[in-house]
């Protein structure tokens, strides 16, 4: 079964940092561009990151540039998020995503929770 | 960065109605545009990727049509499953933004 499952979720303080993996099955997942997407309470879908298969050029949104960092071991199968001087704003559901040729995210994780606050 | 906008923010259809939603980019982004489906709770689902490619799985009754700044979802004939949030997406540039999102009632 292909399949994307997230984790290290949780209540943070504002400052405090978090890392999230994201453990793939049932597919190629070295062959395939990884992304984070996030998604506020009650709020759309907003695009954090994105790592391309080999790990040679990674992306972030200006929110989270310069304190969050993407990273992929292809020999485990996994995606990470390190996530450093979190704020409130950050709060959201966090979903591992993998990008088709086109670029859309065909396959989603069930999401992490991640909540900052004191 | 690429704005995008979607209308209607919502509707209300009876099943075997035909619901349109109409998405707009602020820059010219060819084809590279895919929709989504969200239930409440759940993750998104990809339904069309490259304006108007189905996905595997999806139901015939979806198709995505337009190129350039404006985009259209057509649902053809409604059906109880379809309620959810539909969010556009453009895939041409980083950061990769996405729609307010739509979101359908079944009356």
């Known amino acids: 079964e292909v399949q994307l499952v997230e984790s290290g979720g949780g209540l943070v303080e504002p400052g405090g940092s978090l890392r999230l993996s994201c453990a793939a099955s049932?597919?190629?997942?070295?062959?395939?561009?990884m992304d984070w997407v996030r998604q506020a309470p009650g709020k759309g879908l907003e695009w954090v990151s994105s790592i391309t298969s080999s790990s040679s050029y990674t992306y972030y949104a200006d929110s989270v540039k310069g304190r969050f960092t993407i990273s992929r071991d292809n020999a485990r199968n996994s995606l990470f998020l390190q996530m450093n001087s979190l704020r409130a704003e950050d709060t959201a559901v966090y979903y591992c995503?993998?990008?088709?040729?086109?670029?859309?995210?065909?396959?989603w994780g069930q999401g992490t929770m991640v909540t900052v606050s004191s | 960065d690429i704005q995008m906008t979607q209308s209607p923010s919502s509707v209300s259809a009876s099943v075997g109605d035909r619901v349109t939603i109409t998405c707009r980019a602020s820059?010219?982004?060819?084809?590279?545009l895919a929709w989504y489906q969200q239930m409440p709770g759940k993750a998104p689902k990809l339904l069309i990727y490259g304006a108007s490619s189905l996905q595997s799985g999806v139901p015939l009754r979806f198709s995505g049509s337009g190129s350039g700044t404006e985009f259209t979802l057509t649902i053809s004939s409604l059906q109880p499953e379809d309620f959810g949030t539909y969010s556009c997406?453009?895939?041409?540039?980083?950061?990769?933004?996405f729609g307010p999102g739509t979101k359908v009632d079944i009356k």
């Open positions: 995503a993998s990008e088709l040729g086109s670029h859309a995210f065909d396959i």
């Open positions: 820059h010219d982004i060819s084809a590279w």
């Open positions: 049932g597919f190629t997942f070295s062959t395939y561009s």
């Open positions: 997406q453009q895939t041409i540039n980083f950061p990769f933004t």
